[in-house]
């Protein structure tokens, strides 16, 4: 993840998008079809936990980096004891984590984070998506709006100080007065933050690389105006083979 955001305790525990994330799948899944899903990026449960309670035939895991949110999710099965047996968080880094292949994958704020090469990444998540299942990504789109808010972050870097993050924060209390202050410091490490890919065109021809088809994208409302507009993208996987280093594998 990026160096910002390892081992923040709420990193990723927003549930902006998830709305739409439980949405799109009832529409492509209906809520009676049992599925296996992975939600990579788990942060603190929410998500999935709510998933689970959407669909009552869903199975799912949980990874996500940082031991802390992996203590809270499991915090969080604990008080819903009917789910205990279809959902399970483990801590583990997506780049390297093994695991027979899902219906389903979905990421909520979490790949524009992973440093590396796409392709590496790609190939992970195509080893993860059984052919035939669904990819979906909630990740920062490519769009004037964040051109020019990626532009500010990164003269921000230049000028980072205490006094400029006790300004931010002053003005996040301002804007959002009901919010925790936990939370809105947490917040504070993303206003550097350069996202290493986001949704779009340029994203769309990477996964078909990998045997990902586009099925539609959707806007995210928006939670904040200093805050990357967000986007969902979904993909189905339809190719049994894909390139990972210049070599064919096949599921």
Not at 49 to 56: C, D, G, S, W, Y
Not at 110 to 139: F, H, I, Q
Request: hydrophobic fraction near 45%; charged fraction near 25%; include cysteine.
């Amino acid at each position: 993840m990026h160096p910002e955001a390892i081992g923040r305790a709420r990193f990723c525990s927003s549930l902006s998008g998830a709305a739409e994330i439980g949405a799109m799948l009832e529409e492509l899944q209906g809520r009676a079809r049992a599925f296996t899903l992975l939600d990579a990026g788990c942060g603190t449960g929410e998500q999935l936990l709510a998933l689970a309670q959407r669909f009552p035939a869903m199975s799912g895991v949980g990874i996500d980096i940082a031991a802390a949110n992996i203590a809270a999710a499991r915090a969080r099965l604990r008080t819903r004891p009917d789910l205990r047996g279809r959902i399970r968080f483990e801590q583990a880094d997506l780049r390297e984590w093994r695991h027979e292949p899902f219906d389903v994958v979905i990421t909520n704020s979490v790949l524009y984070l992973v440093p590396g090469p796409t392709d590496a990444l790609d190939a992970r998540l195509a080893a993860l998506t059984r052919p035939g299942g669904l990819l979906l990504l909630c990740e920062p789109v490519a769009c004037v709006r964040n051109s020019v808010l990626i532009a500010l972050r990164r003269i921000l870097r230049r000028l980072r100080s205490r006094a400029l993050e006790r300004l931010a924060l002053a003005i996040a209390k301002r804007l959002h007065p009901d919010a925790d202050i936990a939370f809105l410091e947490d917040r504070i490490p993303y206003l550097y933050v350069v996202p290493e890919r986001m949704n779009g065109p340029a994203r769309e021809r990477e996964l078909a690389a990998f045997g990902f088809r586009r099925l539609g994208e959707l806007l995210v409302p928006d939670a904040s105006i200093a805050k990357l507009r967000h986007s969902l993208a979904v993909f189905r996987r339809e190719a049994a083979e894909f390139p990972v280093a210049g070599r064919a594998w096949r599921d």
